[in-house]
C-alpha cells in the first residue's frame, strides 16, 4: 500500500467506529512523523518505560513527554505494564488515561476470559470512580444509577485511593 492507501483505509475504519492505535510508541519505527500522516486515537506506552518511569529519570521523561504529547494531539493513552501502585500513581499525575497490567489482572485464556464475562453479565456491575471533582463523582454516579440501578458504585478522589479500592473492592 501507499500511504496515501492506507491513510484512506484508516479513516474508513474510523469512520465506522473503530479506534486506531499506535502500540509500543517510543520504541521500534513509532515515529513522530506517523502521528501526521495518519488518523491515531491513542498511543500506547511502551512497557518497557512505564517500568522504569518511577526511578529512571531519563525513562520518566519520557513518558511525560508521550504522554502531554498525545494529550495536546487529542489522543487518548494506554501504559503497558502497570503492576503496582508506584506505576500507576506516577502515570495519573502526568494525565494517562488508560492503564493496562499485573496490577488489574492477570493473563488469562480465552476460556477463562469467556467465564469471567458470563459471571460478570449475571450479576450487578461494579463500577469505580476516581475523579478529584466531588461534583464529577456525584453527576457520573447518577448517569450509571440510572442506566443500572443495581450497581455498586465506588467512589474515590486520587489514583493512590483508588488503587486500594481496585484491590479490595474488585470492580468490573
Do not use: W
Amino acid at each position: 500500500f501507499e500511504r496515501g492507501d492506507q491513510r484512506a483505509d484508516l479513516q474508513q475504519l474510523r469512520q465506522r467506529g473503530v479506534r486506531i492505535a499506535i502500540d509500543d510508541f517510543g520504541t521500534g519505527y513509532s515515529s513522530f512523523r506517523y502521528l501526521n500522516l495518519f488518523p491515531f486515537d491513542r498511543l500506547k506506552v511502551d512497557r518497557s518505560f512505564v517500568q522504569a518511569a518511577p526511578t529512571d529519570r531519563a525513562a520518566a521523561a519520557v513518558v511525560e513527554a508521550i504522554l502531554a504529547l498525545a494529550g495536546r494531539l487529542g489522543m487518548d493513552t494506554v501504559a503497558e505494564g502497570v503492576e503496582d501502585a508506584e506505576h500507576f500513581e506516577f502515570l495519573g499525575r502526568f494525565g494517562c488515561t488508560t492503564a493496562q497490567g499485573y496490577l488489574f489482572q492477570r493473563p488469562q485464556s480465552a476460556s477463562e476470559v469467556v467465564k469471567h464475562l458470563r459471571a460478570a453479565a449475571e450479576r450487578p456491575p461494579r463500577v469505580l470512580i476516581v475523579d478529584d471533582s466531588r461534583v464529577s463523582r456525584l453527576m457520573l454516579r447518577s448517569m450509571i444509577l440510572a442506566r443500572r440501578p443495581d450497581a455498586t458504585v465506588i467512589e474515590v478522589a486520587d489514583a493512590a485511593t483508588a488503587v486500594a479500592a481496585v484491590a479490595r473492592e474488585q470492580p468490573d
